[in-house]
């Protein structure tokens, strides 16, 4: 059952040195106040995993969170490229990280296994693709039933999820509005969940069809007000698209990216 803490606990408490971690939000609820504290914690040895890692993934590895990197597109949106993630696959700056690419489908695929607690997941994508030239995870198999070619992707079931939404109930439940991604996915994939949200409610309000993640899937519940920006939370504030456009020069020099990440991270995470 979900367990409220605070994000400095919850992140001390379920993340460690050595963690598959795994933090979605597609375009919008970017977990980007639990990405800081784990910078702040100077957790080491991650593997992270996003369908789209941007820029809380920029950040978290210039930091040197991360030794290892599983995505199926990265970038900092409608800018340019996360500088960096490319110093750290190009110039192993501050230390080397491992990239292992797949494509959107297989990322959702291997998620929506993981969540069924499946080994594997089978997807059509891969055939005529030239990513098994550089990915050793994608293998084939035939289909027992009608002979078909298919790929075949390891589930992704990561020690950690870690998502934003908008609200959580007294009892630990979880509303999710808006694009909801694969979400839901990931955190019943992982071990071990962290939810951070807007606020806490006695009732979410939640509408039919609603995304509601049950209090039994969930580990712990973080409040964190405006924890999604720069990105945006539905009902709750727009997408920070100047910021976007300013970290392209933030993340370009090692130097301004450390000023930065002094200012913006360990100072006010210490206020």
């Not at 930091?63 to 599983?70: F, S, V």
Request: with cysteine; aromatic share 8%.
């Amino acid at each position: 059952m979900a367990e409220f803490l605070s994000l400095q606990e919850a992140v001390s408490r379920h993340i460690s040195n050595g963690d598959t971690v795994a933090m979605e939000g597609f375009t919008h609820l970017i977990p980007f106040a639990a990405g800081h504290e784990i910078i702040r914690q100077e957790k080491r040895n991650l593997t992270l995993i996003r369908m789209t890692p941007d820029l809380v993934y920029d950040q978290m590895i210039g930091a040197g969170c991360a030794t290892k990197l599983i995505f199926s597109w990265g970038g900092n949106p409608g800018v340019g490229s996360l500088h960096r993630l490319r110093d750290a696959v190009e110039k192993s700056w501050p230390h080397k990280v491992d990239i292992l690419e797949h494509s959107h489908a297989a990322m959702a695929c291997a998620y929506e296994a993981g969540a069924a607690g499946l080994p594997l997941a089978v997807l059509r994508g891969y055939v005529g693709s030239d990513l098994p030239k550089v990915n050793d995870q994608i293998k084939f198999i035939e289909c027992p039933f009608t002979g078909e070619k298919l790929a075949a992707v390891p589930s992704v079931r990561p020690d950690v999820a870690v998502i934003h939404a908008q609200r959580a109930d007294r009892k630990g439940n979880v509303l999710i509005e808006g694009i909801v991604g694969i979400q839901k996915e990931v955190v019943l994939a992982a071990k071990r969940s962290i939810v951070t949200v807007e606020e806490i409610v006695d009732d979410l309000g939640a509408s039919v069809n609603a995304c509601v993640l049950p209090s039994w899937a969930v580990t712990a519940i973080a409040e964190a007000p405006k924890g999604a920006k720069p990105s945006y939370a539905l009902g709750y504030y727009d997408r920070d698209n100047a910021f976007y456009k300013e970290w392209d020069g933030i993340a370009r020099d090692r130097e301004t990216f450390q000023t930065w990440l002094k200012d913006n991270v360990f100072e006010k995470g210490a206020q």
